[in-house]
């Protein structure tokens, strides 16, 4: 039985929410699956992601292949980093560090990210408001004249 690490939907219409599987590669997306670790909304600000660690490496380790999107759901959450750490033959003590640094790493660009967000929300509401005072200033000018 080949077994895939992949993602099944769930949620209302419009309002997906999806839980990572493992499951028989022959059975149907959103049909029966053998363990649910983890889930996945990528409706929420940023995308939010929980996975079960330890259950996902069992999967890997058992030989489980994971879909694309599953693969890069478990890159951004650090279970590959650590897998391929464990493969490499480091110690625990060197993996936890190891995390540690890239999870403060990847903690300082999702900051940086956010700043500029919120810096061309403000230049766009800003703009916004500036062409909405343009607008009614026009319109004032334009009845005068009728």
């Known amino acids: 039985m ?17 839980k990572v599987v493992a499951a028989d590669s022959r059975s149907p997306r959103d049909g029966k699956f053998i363990e649910a670790i983890g889930l996945y909304n990528p409706k929420t600000e940023p995308a939010t992601i929980e996975i079960k660690e ?3 490496l069992y999967w890997l380790n058992a030989g489980a292949q994971p879909t694309n999107t599953v693969r890069s759901l478990l890159s951004q959450t ?4 650590k897998r391929h750490l464990m493969k490499r033959g480091f110690t625990e ?10 999870k403060k790493l990847k ?5 940086t990210k956010l700043k500029k ?6 230049k766009k509401e800003t703009e916004s408001s500036e062409n909405s ?14």
């Open 93 to 102: 003590e060197q993996i936890t560090e190891k995390l540690e640094e890239w």
């Open 78 to 81: 650090g279970v590959l980093l």
């Open 54 to 56: 330890d259950r996902a």
């Open 133 to 146: 005072d343009n607008v009614t200033e026009v319109k004032g000018t334009a009845s005068e004249e009728a």
């Open 107 to 111: 903690e300082a660009k999702l900051a």
């Open 2 to 18: 080949a077994v895939k690490l992949r993602l099944r939907r769930m949620g209302k219409k419009k309002q997906p929410v999806y």
């Open 117 to 122: 967000l919120e810096k061309t929300k403000t």
